[in-house]
Every structure is written in structure tokens, then in C-alpha cells.
């Protein structure tokens, strides 16, 4: 059983730019979601996608999109750059099966917008 | 508006002795309650959990406890050891939902 991978690591990027991070879940996880992490904070959830479906979304605009593939493979794509997206994106994969689940998260990629 | 909340951005615990991190949240609907920890340069990775059925969750060294007419959650760690210096974050969630983080407490063990 494998854990939950991204690529790549760290990012350099242009404000006005675009952006794509991917995750590989874990195996068997029907569950992906995607959080940004900015300095000294918590991860904020940026949403979530169920069997290739989104299931929920957090206070993010609609240049934050994201796509689940039926590999358990994930993208999170970001729109036109600002420099307030500097941060942590972090991927969690999980097997949803009732009242709570826990998320297992990947290492992150580091991106950062010059 | 900040649902969950660690007051505590630092600790530091003599290696040892017990290491309690303290957790509080505002919004009731929540039913689902997680430690994770976090080494810098790696993600979150889960810890412990409980239900809002339950007052208490044991792992090993670690304890969760719940107190929820206080809204008041709480990890216990003994004995703590070197390696549990880390930041602790914990995260809360209604149902199958998203979890909802706090800002993390950096934990130092002192040898």
C-alpha cells in the first residue's frame, strides 16, 4: 500500500500565470481533497472530490479548479496567479465510509508567486 | 471567523513528563475530532481521533480527550520523547465534510 505522493516538491511561478499540481492517493481511497497551507497558518480546505465528482468546496474563487481521475490521480489547477496563492497546497486522500474518516495527507508542493 | 482554535502557538515539556496541547471550537455541528502532527518539509499525519460520542480515544502514548459542553478537546502525550517535537494541529468535522484546522501549536521536548 502506498501513501500519498505530489509533485512536484516546490514551485517558482509569475503573477498572471498558471498552474497545475498533481497528487496520486493512496490506493483504494475514494476521497481527495486539496487544502492550502499559507505561513503560520492551519490548512484551509480548497475542496473536495468524491468518485471524479466535486463534493464541497471552501472560501476559494473559481480560478481554483480541480479534476479526480478514476486512477486516484488528482489535479489542482490555479487560475491568473496573485501573490497572496504563495503557499502550501496539500493533497489528503481517504476512504469514506460512515461518521467520520481520517485524511492522509501527501508532503505538499511548495509554491511560490513572484 | 475562526471555528477552531489552539491558543497555544508554542510549548515546551521536559522529556518525560506529560505534554498536553489544548484545543477549542465554537460550532457544535461538529462530530468528528483529529490530532495530526507535522515535521517541517512533510504533511500533516494523523495522529488520533474521536467521535463526538465519545469522552476519551487512547493510543499508546497518546490521549484524546473530549469535553463538549465545554467545546473543549485535548491531547495528552507520556511519556514525551524527543521525536514528538513537532507542530500539532487539531481538525474538526460534521459528517463526511471537510476538516476545519486550527493554526497549530509547536511542540519542543527538552532532553
Known amino acids: 500500500e502506498t501513501g500519498v505522493t505530489q509533485s512536484p516538491t516546490h514551485l517558482i511561478k509569475t503573477r498572471g500565470q498558471q498552474v497545475t499540481l498533481r497528487c496520486s492517493s493512496q490506493s483504494g481511497h475514494n476521497t481527495v481533497s486539496w487544502y492550502q497551507q499559507a505561513l503560520g497558518q492551519g490548512p484551509q480546505f480548497i475542496f473536495q472530490?468524491?468518485?471524479?465528482?466535486?463534493?464541497g468546496r471552501g472560501n476559494f474563487p473559481p480560478r481554483f479548479s480541480g479534476l479526480q481521475f478514476p486512477n486516484y490521480s488528482s489535479e489542482l489547477n490555479v487560475n491568473a496567479l496573485e501573490l497572496d496563492d504563495s503557499a502550501l497546497y496539500l493533497c489528503a486522500s481517504s476512504l469514506v465510509t460512515g461518521m467520520g474518516y481520517e485524511q492522509y495527507f501527501g508532503p505538499g508542493t511548495r509554491l511560490t508567486v513572484t | 471567523d475562526q471555528q477552531v482554535k489552539q491558543n497555544s502557538p508554542s510549548l515546551s515539556v521536559q522529556e518525560g513528563r506529560i505534554s498536553i496541547l489544548n484545543c477549542d471550537y465554537t460550532n457544535s455541528m461538529f462530530d468528528y475530532f483529529l490530532w495530526y502532527k507535522k515535521y517541517p518539509a512533510e504533511g500533516p499525519t494523523f495522529l488520533i481521533s474521536i467521535s463526538s460520542i465519545k469522552d476519551k480515544n487512547e493510543d499508546g502514548r497518546f490521549t484524546v480527550f473530549l469535553n463538549k459542553s465545554a467545546k473543549h478537546l485535548s491531547l495528552h502525550i507520556v511519556p514525551s520523547q524527543p521525536g514528538d517535537s513537532a507542530v500539532y494541529f487539531c481538525a474538526a468535522s460534521f459528517g463526511n465534510e471537510k476538516l476545519t484546522f486550527g493554526t497549530g501549536t509547536r511542540l519542543t521536548i527538552i532532553p
Open positions: 472530490y468524491y468518485r471524479e465528482e466535486e463534493n
